[in-house]
């Protein structure tokens, strides 16, 4: 639809006529192409740093004995109260200092480091369902927590995976305050940021911005519609299968 009838009221639900020509015209208007890599290259290291860390942790605190080990899972549930908006000044100092400011080392990196306090819960629950005569059977067999971890824990608690994938997937593909925060080069710019800049001082190209969005959530929906199966499965604790 065009701007005109976008302001129309009382407003429709359906346009008129669909103008295809929007979709064209976005990638002209913005660096399209340039916006979805910018965004992969955040998402994929971020992906990966959370899925192996998070995994790690869960394992660790569902199966391994070391000391002081509850305290340890308390100070890192208690983390799931800290509110983002606190640690967003000291978190933008300390990446200034490093030099990181216009990179995507403050978007990335965090996410090797835990993995985030409720992923490391879920997969912590996840394992506890599992038993332990497993890890004992391969103990025998002279395998060691990590073969243990790789070979035989991970396949067992790929549903869970598949969830915080979708969920991890889907924050960072929408983020916009942190991208905002750290990038100040257009080069830079993510999807959702650099979509905003259709919107003009003066004059915003409300059709544009519509049908940008529209493609946005195109990876979103391909995602869940491929792991929607395993989302109730992957938030209860099933155990042993088969």
Do not use: C
Not at 32 to 53: E, R, S
Not at 86 to 102: D, E, H, M, Q
Not at 211 to 232: E, N, S
């Amino acid at each position: 639809m065009d701007n005109y009838e976008l302001f129309r009221f009382p407003p429709k639900l359906f346009p008129n006529q669909f103008l295809w020509q929007n979709y064209i015209d976005v990638f002209k208007a913005v660096h399209f192409p340039l916006y979805f890599k910018n965004t992969m290259m955040i998402v994929i290291p971020v992906l990966a740093g959370t899925l192996i860390t998070s995994s790690l942790g869960g394992y660790g605190f569902a199966r391994l004995r070391f000391p002081l080990k509850k305290m340890w899972f308390v100070l890192v549930m208690s983390s799931l109260m800290l509110p983002p908006a606190v640690t967003l000044i000291p978190r933008y100092i300390l990446w200034s200092k490093l030099g990181a400011i216009n990179t995507f080392y403050p978007l990335t990196v965090p996410a090797w480091f835990g993995g985030g306090a409720f992923n490391i819960f879920l997969i912590r629950q996840f394992f506890l369902g599992i038993s332990k005569e497993l890890d004992e059977s391969a103990m025998m067999d002279g395998a060691g927590y990590f073969q243990i971890f790789v070979r035989i824990m991970l396949p067992l608690i790929y549903p869970v995976l598949v969830v915080i994938t979708f969920f991890t997937f889907i924050n960072e593909w929408n983020d916009f305050l942190q991208p905002l925060l750290y990038l100040n080069q257009d080069t830079k710019f993510t999807l959702a940021l650099g979509l905003i800049t259709l919107r003009g001082e003066f004059n915003t190209q409300y059709n544009l911005l519509m049908a940008g969005a529209a493609l946005m959530t195109l990876p979103a929906i391909i995602i869940f519609f491929f792991g929607q199966r395993y989302f109730v499965e992957g938030i209860s604790t099933t155990g042993i299968k088969g």
